[in-house]
């Protein structure tokens, strides 16, 4: 037993917790990336039934308005942002080429010491990646809000 292992005798017990935090991280990534492709739908499905509903209540909506085309613009850069939402970010994922390449001649103790520390390392890369998604949709959120809020006062008016 070599003086690291008696130092860190927890490395067998944490590698265990490895696999899990990349799959953990994972379904927080495509949850967020859900949430844009929702918030998406959602935009264009209101801004769709938006002029529906204007001829619904009124006879004549004014399309021309300052209010109709400023809800149209913040639409656009919901979706806009919602895009570049979708594009940003990558997970981080355990590369086998490099553990071939790199990681063979090691023995299991040390093997797993190496797997618990990169996989810390792309843990917060990743949590980092899911963050900037939830920032994108709040993002998203708080231009549709706006544009509801344009499209009500465009049918107040």
């Known amino acids: 037993m070599t ?8 490395v067998p017990y944490a590698f265990q917790f490895v696999l899990p ?18 918030l998406l739908a959602l935009a264009s499905s209101l801004t769709v039934a938006a002029p529906v509903l204007a001829r ?11 209010w ?15 895009l570049v939402g979708r594009a940003k970010g990558q997970l981080t994922v355990v590369d086998p080429g490099v553990h071939y390449a790199h990681w ?21 890369d990743n949590a980092r990646a899911v963050w900037v ?3 994108f ?3 998203v ?6 544009e509801v809020g344009a499209l009500t006062l465009w049918l107040a008016r």
Do not use: C
């Not at 935090?21 to 929702?38: H, K, M, P, Q, T």
């Not at 109709?68 to 919602?82: E, H, I, Q, R, S």
């Open 3 to 10: 003086e690291q292992e008696k130092t860190y005798p927890g």
């Open 21 to 38: 935090s990349y799959d953990i991280v994972a379904r927080r990534f495509e949850a967020a990336d859900g949430r844009l492709n929702s």
């Open 56 to 66: 619904a209540v009124r006879e004549q909506p004014d399309f021309a308005s300052w």
């Open 68 to 82: 109709f085309a400023a809800a149209m613009l913040l639409y656009a850069a919901a979706v806009a942002v919602g």
């Open 104 to 124: 063979l001649h090691k023995s299991e103790w040390e093997f797993k010491k190496d797997a618990i520390y990169y996989a810390a390392v792309h843990f917060d």
């Open 133 to 135: 998604k939830g920032m």
């Open 137 to 139: 949709g709040l993002a």
């Open 141 to 146: 959120t708080g231009l549709l809000l706006l």
